[in-house]
Structure formats: C-alpha cells, structure tokens
C-alpha cells in the first residue's frame, strides 16, 4: 500500500516489539532503507506501491556504476520535509498501473521537501503527484518523455468492453518545477498535463533532434511558465515538442526565452504510426 524510504534506517516501524503483530504496527507500509540496497550493488531498483511512495527525512541515490535505472511506481510521491535526490542512467517516476480507479488525476500538496532528479533520460508516467514538497528539478541529459497510460476500458451495461481512450497522464506540483534537458517530448496519441501552481521553467542544453512520435497533446498549467533560464544561471530557453500534435501554456505570465522551440512540426520524418486489429 506505501512505501516508506530512508537513508540507513533500519527497517523495523517505530514501536514494533517481538511477538507484537506487524499489521497493528505497520498495516500496508514496507520499511526500507535506501544503503541497503545500494550496498547490494543492484543494476535496477524498483519500488511499486499501490497508494504512495514516502521519503522520510534527507534521501540520496546516488549515480553509481551499476545502478542503471531506478523506478517509482506510485500514484503520490511524499517527502515528510527534506531533500530527495535521485540519480541513474534512466528514471522513470509515475504511476503504471492500467486500473481506472487508480490512473486518475492525483492532488499535490506542498511542504518543505526538495526533489531532484539526474539522469540520461527520464520519464514522466501516467497520473502522478508530489505531496510535502515545494520543489521539483529534473535533469536529463537526453530527454524527458510524458508517457501516457491506457486504462483498462470498463464495459457497458451488455459486458462489451468500450472503446479505448487515447493514453493519458499528468504530474502535478504545489510549488516550482523545473525541467533541464534537450526536449521535452510526449509518446504518440498521449495526453499529457504538466500542472504546477507556482513556477514551471524550461531549459535546455543540447540542440533538440527530430522526434519519433506523432498525436500527441502536452499541456502546461502554472501561475509562471518560462522557457528560459533564470537571471542568475542564463541558459537556452527549453524545447517542447509534439510533432502533429498540439501544445497548450496555460499561465497568468508567459516567457519565451532565447533558444526557446514550442514545435508541432513532423521535421520530415518518417514517423511510425498505427496499429493492428485482432481478428481471427
């Protein structure tokens, strides 16, 4: 149900003695502290809950050699106030699961945690929300991806499964998010919403490359939506890209920066599209 993340803490809930039952104590949480894990010299991590992910307190993942991706696969992500740092070849933080009642748009709550996320390349999954932080910043060295979910389609009143919706998808933050990294893209048909009260910045430090995906819809929501770098650290404004698809800022103040790109183009690309019937 939730997973509660340290640095070192041992693994054992506050109170819990020997011959107490772990359910009265700790009902649906698993403990774990994140040294453990990285002593093991794991090639991915991957935590999965059906409610949260919770970090308690000051959390470090550091990019290590073996660690090659790391996973937060929940609908909410909580800090209890602290700074979270995360870091691998590959990142994906969201929410996979297919279930309609579980792949809806979350509720974001602020506090004093910090989240921050370095790697190659991130991905932004399905319906999602920070809960306790004022703050996210992701870095990718390559791009960040909004990945669209398709939930499983309920049936009518005769049992026949309905028509499948587009994927859909939305992260949302109490507070700034900023995003560093070559292009901001979304995967074919997504529908995906970046929605931020305060701040959302966009940078970026690479010259954006054609994008392989097609339909898609990216919405940013914020109070101020910039895509340039702060005054104190001038970058290339970010790049948002979707390619026969649509993009919508929705802000009181909008910005667009030096080097910025809010791009629909194909680029002449041959863009694989489609899909296939079963039958028979």
């Keep these: 149900w ?17 011959g107490n039952s772990i359910d009265a104590s700790a009902p649906g949480r698993f403990y774990f502290g994140i ?8 090639e991915q ?7 949260a992910v919770s970090f308690k307190g000051d959390v470090t993942i550091p990019a290590a050699q073996a660690l ?17 740092a995360l870091a691998a070849n ?13 792949q809806t748009a979350q509720t974001a709550s602020g506090g004093s945690g910090e989240l921050e996320v370095s790697a190659r390349h991130v991905d932004l999954t399905g319906h ?3 809960q306790g932080f004022k703050s996210a910043k992701i870095d990718s060295d390559g791009d960040v991806r909004l990945v669209g979910i398709v939930k499983t389609p309920p049936n009518d009143d005769e049992g026949v499964v ?12 109490q507070g700034d998010l900023q995003v560093h990294a070559r292009q901001v893209v979304a995967t074919t048909l997504s529908q995906y919403t970046l929605d931020v009260s305060n701040l959302a910045r966009f940078t970026r430090h690479d010259t954006p490359s054609p994008v392989l995906s097609a339909g898609s819809e990216i919405t940013v929501k ?30 009181d103040d909008i910005t667009l920066g030096e080097g910025s790109i809010i791009s629909v183009s194909g680029e002449n690309q041959l863009i694989p599209f489609g899909g296939t019937d079963k039958t028979g």
Excluded: M
Excluded at 90 to 101: A, C, E, F, H, R
Excluded at 162 to 173: A, Q, R
């Design 35 to 42: 040294d453990r894990a990285l002593q093991g010299g794991f």
């Design 162 to 173: 309905t028509k499948t919706k587009p994927p859909e998808g939305s992260f949302k933050v």
């Design 222 to 251: 914020a109070k101020t939506i910039a895509l340039e770098g702060a005054p104190t650290a001038p970058l290339p404004g970010g790049a948002l890209k979707a390619p026969l698809g649509s993009i919508t800022l929705a802000a």
């Design 90 to 102: 590959y990142v994906n933080l969201g929410n996979q699961s297919i279930d309609t009642i579980r």
């Design 128 to 130: 999602f929300a920070l």
């Design 45 to 51: 991590l991957t935590f999965n809950a059906e409610n």
């Design 2 to 18: 939730k997973i509660e993340l340290t640095q070192n803490s041992l693994s054992i809930p506050t109170g819990l003695q020997p």
């Design 68 to 84: 090659r991706a790391l996973t937060i696969n929940a609908p909410v992500i909580e800090s209890a106030g602290g700074h979270v």
